[in-house]
C-alpha cells in the first residue's frame, strides 16, 4: 500500500541506496510489535551497520531488544544476505557504494596477526562510532540524492594532554586504504569521462593518492612485524601537514574541513519526527600498542564522534544549527559509547 500511495515519475528522482532500503524495511509495518505491543517506527544507525555485519553492533541490537520486534531477526538476515551477495562490480558502481564499501571493511572483525587492543569489545565499539560518523557524512553529502526511507502512517574524550613522542603509529587496515585509494581512482576517472575534469584538481588527487599508498604500505608492514624506518617516522610526523596539503588547495574554504555535520535519513509521518544522524567535534583517543621490538608505547589520534536523535520534521536541522547545539547543549552520546569514552 505504501508502494503504491509514492509510485510515479519522477524527473531525476532520487536514487536507490542499500541503507535507506534496510532502514525502511527494519520498521513498521514490514516489522511487527514487541511483547509489550510496541511498533518500531523509527530506524537507527546501527540497523545498518549490523546489516553490514559489524558485531559491535550485533550485540548491541541484541542488548537494546531491537530483536524482540516480531520478523526484526529476519528481516536483519534478510539486509544481511543482500549485502553479502553484492558483487565487486556492484561495490564500485558508484561512488557512494564505494564509501559504503569502505566502511564495511572497517567494520571487519580483527582477529590474531593484528594488535591486542584492536581485539577488544572497546575498539569495537570505537570503530562502530567511526563507521556511523563517516555514515552521516556520506548521508549529508548525498542528501539531495539518496531516495530517504519512510515510516508508513500508522492505522574517546577530549582532554589527554600532549601525546609521548615515538616512531608513530597507523591503524593497520591495509585493505580501507586501498579501497579508499580505488575510490579516488573511480571519482577522477569519472570527471574525465564527463569532461568536467578541472586541471588544478591534479595535484589534489595525485596528493591523495599517494597519501594513502605511504599508509597501506605501512599498515601492511605493521601487520608483517617490521619496525617502521626512519621514513616511515618522518613521514607520520608530517602527517597533518601532508593530509591538509592534499585537501586544501585552490578554492577550498574552512568550510569543507568541518567534522560536524548532520543529515535526516528517515521520516516517521506518525511522530511527525526525522531521525537525525550526525557527526561531532573530533575525540582524542589513546591506544597502547606493542612494536616489532617488544616496546610497548601509546599513541593518540582524532576519531570520528557520533550522534543520533528524533527531531520534528518541521524543523530538519541544518549544519549550523547542529553547531550551535553542539556548543549549547549537546545530546548525549549513544550509551553504547560509554564503555571506551572518558570524560
Same mark, same amino acid.
Given at each position: 500500500?505504501?508502494?503504491?500511495?509514492?509510485?510515479?515519475?519522477?524527473?531525476?528522482?532520487?536514487?536507490?541506496?542499500?541503507?535507506?532500503?534496510?532502514?525502511?524495511?527494519?520498521?513498521?509495518?514490514?516489522?511487527?510489535?514487541?511483547?509489550? %505491543?510496541?511498533?518500531?517506527?523509527? *530506524? @537507527?544507525?546501527?540497523? !545498518?551497520?549490523?546489516?553490514?555485519?559489524?558485531? &559491535?553492533? =550485533?550485540?548491541?541490537?541484541?542488548?537494546?531488544?531491537?530483536?524482540?520486534?516480531?520478523?526484526?531477526?529476519?528481516?536483519?538476515?534478510?539486509?544481511?544476505?543482500?549485502?553479502?551477495?553484492?558483487?565487486?562490480?556492484?561495490?564500485?558502481?558508484?561512488?557512494?557504494?564505494?564509501?559504503?564499501?569502505?566502511?564495511?571493511?572497517?567494520?571487519?572483525?580483527?582477529?590474531?596477526?593484528?594488535?591486542?587492543?584492536?581485539?577488544?569489545?572497546?575498539?569495537?565499539?570505537?570503530?562502530?562510532?567511526?563507521?556511523?560518523?563517516?555514515?552521516?557524512?556520506?548521508?549529508?553529502?548525498?542528501?539531495?540524492?539518496?531516495?530517504?526511507?519512510?515510516?508508513?502512517?500508522?492505522?574517546?574524550?577530549? %582532554?589527554?594532554?600532549?601525546?609521548? *613522542? @615515538?616512531?608513530?603509529? !597507523?591503524?593497520?587496515?591495509?585493505?580501507?586504504? &586501498?579501497? =579508499?585509494?580505488?575510490?579516488?581512482?573511480?571519482?577522477?576517472?569519472?570527471?574525465?569521462?564527463?569532461?568536467?575534469?578541472?586541471?588544478?584538481?591534479?595535484?589534489?588527487?595525485?596528493?591523495?593518492?599517494?597519501?594513502?599508498?605511504?599508509?597501506?604500505?605501512?599498515?601492511?608492514?605493521?601487520?608483517?612485524?617490521?619496525?617502521?624506518?626512519?621514513?616511515?617516522?618522518?613521514?607520520?610526523?608530517?602527517?597533518?601537514?601532508?593530509?591538509?596539503?592534499?585537501?586544501?588547495?585552490?578554492?577550498?574554504?574552512?568550510?569543507?574541513?568541518?567534522?560536524?555535520?548532520?543529515?535526516?535519513?528517515?521520516?516517521?509521518?506518525?511522530?511527525?519526527?526525522?531521525?537525525?544522524?550526525?557527526?561531532?567535534?573530533?575525540?582524542?583517543?589513546?591506544?597502547?600498542?606493542?612494536?616489532?621490538?617488544?616496546?610497548?608505547?601509546?599513541?593518540?589520534?582524532?576519531?570520528?564522534?557520533?550522534?543520533?536523535?528524533?527531531?520534528?520534521?518541521?524543523?530538519?536541522?541544518?549544519?549550523?544549527?547542529?553547531?550551535?547545539?553542539?556548543?549549547?547543549?549537546?545530546?548525549?552520546?549513544?550509551?553504547?559509547?560509554?564503555?571506551?569514552?572518558?570524560?
Amino acid at each position: 500500500s505504501l508502494l503504491g500511495k509514492t509510485a510515479g515519475f519522477r524527473f531525476f528522482g532520487q536514487r536507490y541506496t542499500p541503507d535507506s532500503e534496510i532502514l525502511g524495511k527494519l520498521v513498521f509495518p514490514e516489522i511487527g510489535t514487541n511483547p509489550g %505491543g510496541e511498533r518500531r517506527f523509527m *530506524p @537507527s544507525g546501527l540497523d !545498518v551497520a549490523a546489516s553490514f555485519r559489524c558485531e &559491535a553492533a =550485533l550485540d548491541i541490537v541484541n542488548e537494546n531488544g531491537f530483536v524482540q520486534y516480531h520478523g526484526y531477526e529476519q528481516t536483519l538476515n534478510d539486509m544481511q544476505e543482500m549485502v553479502d551477495n553484492y558483487t565487486t562490480d556492484d561495490w564500485h558502481a558508484t561512488l557512494y557504494m564505494c564509501w559504503l564499501h569502505s566502511l564495511k571493511l572497517l567494520a571487519a572483525p580483527r582477529g590474531n596477526g593484528y594488535p591486542d587492543f584492536m581485539q577488544t569489545d572497546r575498539w569495537s565499539r570505537c570503530t562502530l562510532s567511526t563507521f556511523l560518523a563517516s555514515w552521516a557524512m556520506l548521508r549529508h553529502d548525498t542528501i539531495l540524492y539518496a531516495k530517504q526511507s519512510y515510516t508508513a502512517m500508522a492505522g574517546c574524550a577530549p %582532554g589527554f594532554g600532549e601525546p609521548v *613522542p @615515538s616512531a608513530g603509529f !597507523v591503524e593497520p587496515v591495509p585493505e580501507v586504504y &586501498a579501497e =579508499l585509494r580505488a575510490t579516488l581512482q573511480m571519482a577522477r576517472r569519472a570527471l574525465e569521462y564527463y569532461d568536467i575534469y578541472d586541471e588544478s584538481l591534479t595535484q589534489r588527487f595525485s596528493n591523495a593518492e599517494s597519501l594513502l599508498e605511504t599508509l597501506q604500505s605501512i599498515a601492511e608492514r605493521e601487520l608483517a612485524g617490521e619496525l617502521l624506518s626512519t621514513e616511515d617516522a618522518d613521514f607520520l610526523k608530517g602527517f597533518a601537514g601532508y593530509l591538509e596539503g592534499s585537501i586544501v588547495l585552490g578554492d577550498v574554504t574552512t568550510e569543507g574541513l568541518e567534522t560536524s555535520l548532520i543529515a535526516d535519513v528517515h521520516t516517521d509521518q506518525n511522530s511527525s519526527s526525522v531521525l537525525e544522524v550526525a557527526s561531532g567535534n573530533l575525540d582524542n583517543c589513546v591506544v597502547v600498542y606493542r612494536r616489532a621490538d617488544g616496546v610497548v608505547e601509546a599513541a593518540i589520534g582524532p576519531v570520528l564522534s557520533y550522534y543520533q536523535f528524533s527531531h520534528p520534521m518541521n524543523d530538519r536541522l541544518t549544519d549550523e544549527a547542529w553547531r550551535e547545539i553542539l556548543l549549547s547543549d549537546p545530546p548525549p552520546r549513544p550509551d553504547w559509547t560509554d564503555s571506551y569514552i572518558c570524560e
